[in-house]
């Protein structure tokens, strides 16, 4: 690629350095709850999830509409299935809050209780979330409320089923081991949390109010991963070390029509790349009421189901939803791709995340076996991907290429401007050939390694 277009990293000034470490200090541990929005690159921006995840179409419409009026009329899904507001301004957010409270839409105050998506009418579900839920949130009121829990704290109520949370981490986590009986666990997903109590439904709130208990002493800030194990176990006696939760069948897709156990059927549509436009969400929703739908759920992996279609109505709105700019089709390649605003829509953005997803769509399909997330960040606040991911992060210069990482990472490759296209078709192509027989993309990238990247992108 040549000395202009790949810059050795060591050069990069102490500005840079400096701006990468703001950028982690600015997103770490903050949540932008409707009582406290965030400021970003386009104004302010609440995230909120409304009980159990529901709301009825006219309530969406509602929530569409005001993002419209009182924000830039962005709306996304995030990767847990929360809803964010873009663009508001300091005056407009009690404006939205009016229209919130208006509509009916009740947003519980405290940490977010994330519920299996289809709870109360998964037919293959174990036990319906909701009341454990509503347990928690009445009997633990004042320990939720404390400020000194984390703002990110994560509870998860998997009732299992068709579409469970399995995949979700948590600082807890609750699962329905049969009707009667949960699982409680700490500090991780259904793979790796570790088990603290299994039994009725007042041992697992009792458990889940210690955990709060010992994690609001340690102070606000602290998570799960902080208590100390030895206080753990003399806590929890029964206490485990980490093995797999009962999660349920296998994962299904999120987007496309989904028969249920009982005949019923949901249509599950992500937009694309978690992120709509005001206008063609209502859109969307106006043709899916006239079809009958009443009712849609938030869900894990930036998207949502349409409840009470019929079932001869369903594939119209289907077609419709791909017309919107949404995705209801099982297995898009876009399904791995976590993008921010970006520019034009973030002031912080260094380029357009959307646009240049739509054209590694196209020139790279070897990236997207689904082995590996690639994460495109307009600046390094890394807002739409929290994990470890292939990552372009937009500079001043270009974009900084971090193999397996946060968009604030130190870069494996640094890549001018205007040769990011080339850059991108050059790795795809040497995935391409150098893959082995059943090796996956993200696999061949390990074992490439910089190096063997870094050789790739230099090639003219």
Known sequence: MGIDSVKAIDRRGETELQRRAAAKTRSRGA???????????????????????????????????????????????????????????????????????????????????????????????????????????????????????????SIVVDGRGAFGLSALTADIRLVASSQTQWLVAINGDSETATPIVVGPAEAAVSAVGEVLSLLAKLGQGSRARDIDPALLRARF?????????????????????????????????????????????????????????????????????????????????????????????????????????????CGSAFYETRALARRILAAAPALFDGSLTLHLSGCAKGCAHARPALTLTGTAEGYDLILSGLAADRPDERIAGGRIDFAIERLARSIEDNRGAGESAAACLTRLGTTGVSKALRQD
């Open 31 to 153: 949540c932008p709850a409707l009582a406290a929005p965030m400021a970003t690159g386009d104004g302010l921006l609440v995230r909120l999830r409304p009980a159990g995840g529901a709301l009825t179409l006219p309530q969406f419409t509602t929530l569409a509409r005001a993002a419209a009026a009182h924000g830039n009329g962005i709306l996304e899904i995030t990767a847990r299935g929360n809803l964010q507001i873009r663009g508001l301004q300091a005056e407009t957010v009690a404006q939205l809050a009016s229209d919130i409270d208006a509509a009916g839409i009740t947003v519980p105050d405290g940490p977010a209780i994330e519920i299996s998506p289809l709870h109360g009418i998964d037919p293959e579900e174990v036990s319906d979330p909701t009341a454990m839920e509503l347990s928690l949130r009445g009997k633990l009121q004042d320990l939720l409320a404390s400020p000194r829990l984390a703002p990110k704290l």
């Open 237 to 345: 006696p029964a206490i485990s070390e980490p093995r797999p939760l009962p999660s349920g069948v296998v994962k299904r897709p999120l987007a496309g029509l989904h028969r249920l156990a009982d005949g019923k059927t949901v249509l599950g549509v992500r937009p694309e790349f978690g992120q709509m436009r005001a206008a063609d969400l209502i859109a969307l929703l106006d043709l899916a009421a006239a079809h009958g739908a009443a009712e849609i759920r938030l869900a894990p992996g930036r998207g949502f189901f349409l409840l009470g279609l019929a079932a001869e109505a369903a594939p119209a709105v289907q077609t419709a939803a791909a017309q919107c700019g949404f995705s209801a089709q099982a297995g898009e390649n876009a399904e791995h791709i976590a993008a921010c605003a970006g520019a034009g829509a």
